[in-house]
């Protein structure tokens, strides 16, 4: 009987000698040697920043929800979601419908000059995709977009699914997750995953201009239900009341970066009700950004699991135009990238970098890749911790990290 690849050979018209070889192929299996798949790697593994797949920094790639038995120390996530937004929603543009939801896209492809072989990063004296950590791009979690319940469901499913994974190397009790979005309010979901992973006391460091705690009922309808109050304004009210936040005296959570218009000074109260420290953008002008580093490490301290949160519009509108509620006045993208470099000793536990809604930036790419260095300052202080606390120890070990 003639084999199905011969069969294929002649309804295609191949010739006799091709049929011979396209019917003999299914035994032609050979053996490769690792010194010859090393020789492969040399001459056909390298990508330059214009090449390759859109992974997070030409990562390796891995659909890590459908392949559990693949492992990470440090995983990038998407969470393509943006149906809890309360100003600018998705935007047709070019008969495309381009929101918050297009974020993770945007950012990875802003990424694309970040290489192994050109990532070290000089400040930190270290090279993040080239180090102890095992860092894979994890793909997307395949949010929703019709029903806000559901979704919050399969995100906060997927952080803690993904952050109960054990780690590659003994340095960490638990993988780190690095999500990128998405509108903020993906953070509760997030914070779920954080409490139940590390338990209670988490502290947040929130850089936006916005508050983000606000109680729901500051967004005033007379069609309120529970649904609504789960959006990108209320999800650390909302955390707070389910305890995923610290509401230790003496150990609040920092806001950074703030300037939006309030409906009164009882915003401020119920935000120190909730154990909330503020620094407002203007605070920049008075202690440079070295004063605003010192406040954020004295009042967070280097032991406590911290969860980063960074909301893109806490950059001026002039550097991030590309996000759902910008707000002139913030900062720049130097100033940004200095904090977050000052703040390296920070025990960070996951982050997020949220809000890049690409339709409403500039052809220059200027808020995803604003973004995209935000993701690679916060790996390499992941990667640089790790580094110190197995020097402090000598094994490798900590339960903290």
Known sequence: ?????ALLCLALGCGPALVRACAGHAHQVREWSQDELDELEKKWGVEYGFSG????AHLEYHKCLTTPSELFDIAIIGAPFDTAVSYRPAKTQLSTITGARFGPRAIRAASARQTSFRGYNPRAGINPYANWAKILDCGDIPVVPVDNAVA??????AFT??????PVSPLLSRPRLVTLGGDHSLSLPALRAVHALHGPGVRVLHFDAHL?????????SYWA???TRFTHGSMFWLAGQEGLVSNRTGAPNVHAGLRTRLSGTEDWDDDDAQNWVRIAADDVDDLGTAGIVDTIMTTLGTQDPVYLSVDIDVLDPAFAPGTGTPEPGGWTTRELIRILR??????L?????????????????ETALAAAQVVFEVLSSMVKKGLEEMGKTGTGERDEL
Request: hydrophobic fraction near 40%; charged fraction near 20%.
């Open 1 to 5: 009987m003639m084999k199905p690849g």
């Open 225 to 227: 239900s529970e649904q």
């Open 342 to 347: 000052g703040i390296e000793g920070l025990n």
């Open 161 to 166: 699914e993904l952050g109960a994974r054990a």
């Open 212 to 220: 983000d705690t606000w109680h729901p009922s500051r967004y005033p």
């Open 152 to 157: 919050v469901k399969q995100m906060t499913a």
């Open 53 to 56: 797949i859109s992974t997070f």
């Open 349 to 365: 536990v996951g982050a997020d970098v949220v809000e890049v809604a690409p339709a409403y930036q500039g052809v220059g790419e």
